[in-house]
């Protein structure tokens, strides 16, 4: 059975930095795309970037997450992680991390929740004093 699940998540005061990990069961994620998506209060669900299992390049943002954030393969803990900077209050949100091996070979990797199969649960990131 595939499961992919978040760790990581937490309170963190607005300028800080805070990092992801999405972890696989039953499944290597090496071998999968992953993408990050965040909910926000009030708001849908919405991509943050993902990561392809190859080509050059191989990680793409959504516009304005770029610079702040960042998503890279662990490949001797075979994770993902999204470490995040500078944050503000409205990066508060759940983070979810979603994986997918039926376009791996294609170039890039999607940036709609419909292109994933596998999902974690989500977990709560706040940005507070």
């Known amino acids: 059975q595939v499961r992919v699940e978040e760790v990581g998540g937490g309170l963190v005061e607005p300028g800080g930095s805070l990092s992801l990990s999405c972890e696989g069961s039953?499944?290597?994620?090496?071998?999968?795309?992953v993408a990050w998506f965040r909910q926000r209060p009030g708001k849908a669900r919405e991509a943050v970037g993902c990561?392809?299992?190859?080509?050059?390049?191989?990680?793409f943002y959504e516009e304005g997450i770029e610079g702040r954030f960042t998503i890279a393969r662990d490949y001797g803990k075979d994770t993902v992680t999204l470490q995040k900077n500078a944050m503000t209050p409205g990066d508060s949100a759940i983070y979810y991390c979603a994986a997918d091996n039926e376009t791996v070979g294609a170039p890039g990797c999607a940036s709609v929740p419909n292109g994933y199969d596998y999902w974690g649960q989500g977990e709560q990131v706040t940005v507070s004093e």
């Open positions: 039953g499944v290597e994620i090496d071998l999968y795309n």
């Open positions: 990561i392809a299992v190859s080509g050059k390049p191989n990680t």
